[in-house]
């Protein structure tokens, strides 16, 4: 599963004009230079447990979702 992805994604971004791929290098660079933030394994499985509930039952929404779309829009 995880490979299939990783392809999909090289594909998509050997695919980018040089613009796009200027903007997709900047972003990657701002999720990298982010500092981490100490999260408990007990808060990490609910935000995955929440995920997982959303991506079967897309009628619901996330306290988050708009983010996740917006990492969509800009990553799709």
């Not at 660079?29 to 995920?51: C, G, M, N, Q, V």
Request: hydrophobic share 40%.
């Amino acid at each position: 599963m995880m490979n299939a992805t990783v392809e999909i994604l090289k594909s998509k971004i050997e695919n980018f004009n040089p613009e796009m791929l200027e903007a997709f290098a900047q972003m990657m660079e701002k999720f990298e230079s982010k500092t981490p933030i100490a999260i408990s394994p007990f808060h990490l499985d609910e935000i995955l447990y929440r995920i997982q509930f959303h991506n079967e039952n897309p009628a619901t929404k996330l306290d988050f979702y708009e983010n996740i779309t917006e990492l969509k829009k800009y990553c799709a």
